[in-house]
């Protein structure tokens, strides 16, 4: 590491810290030549993710602006910007895993829709109002189906899972009594 001070190469570590939620390392670092003292910063590379938009430009993803997008269909819904910006890390992440490196804005969309649909059923159509360009009131009640099939989706399994849980409660509990 170049010292600041001289620009000399060499310099030893004093100490190391992991800052930012362990997204980087903190170190001290001491001149070997002019004894100075200054801080350097050792973080992961990410490389970059390109965004294929519908009038096939490309630019650089940039999860600040998907942010604002996430916030806006959120307004009033009573979710905390901590889990928005949560919500914007869980999908950069899912980007940062894929092996291609370009993807498109329709991608990107309907992984915020996936979590958004688990999250808040308004924000969900808020941003799908948006996100799919709705023309009229037909969009947004097939949306609305959609997702209401879905929830019964859901609600069917939970169900299920509820009352397999409740024949094991109760062939436990006859278990019991006949060993008594």
């Not at 097939?142 to 062939?171: M, V």
Request: with cysteine; charged share 30%; glycine share 2%.
């Amino acid at each position: 590491m170049r010292c600041p001070y001289c620009q000399h190469t060499d310099s030893r570590v004093l100490e190391s810290r992991s800052t930012e939620a362990g997204q980087s390392i903190r170190r001290r670092r001491e001149c070997l030549q002019c004894k100075h003292r200054f801080t350097t910063y050792e973080r992961i590379e990410f490389v970059p993710v390109t965004v294929i938009k519908r009038d096939d430009r490309r630019e650089s993803f940039d999860s600040s602006k998907l942010l604002r997008g996430i916030i806006r269909a959120c307004e009033k819904t009573g979710i905390p910007q901590v889990r928005l910006e949560a919500l914007v890390d869980e999908i950069e992440a899912e980007l940062q895993q894929r092996s291609v490196r370009e993807v498109t804005s329709n991608e990107i969309g309907e992984l915020v829709l996936q979590h958004l649909q688990a999250l808040s059923e308004v924000a969900y159509v808020r941003f799908a109002s948006v996100y799919r360009q709705f023309q009229g009131i037909r969009d947004f009640v097939e949306t609305l189906d959609r997702l209401k099939s879905h929830t019964s989706e859901i609600d069917a399994e939970c169900a299920d899972e509820s009352s397999s849980s409740q024949a094991i409660e109760e062939e436990a509990s006859a278990s019991l009594m006949t060993q008594a």
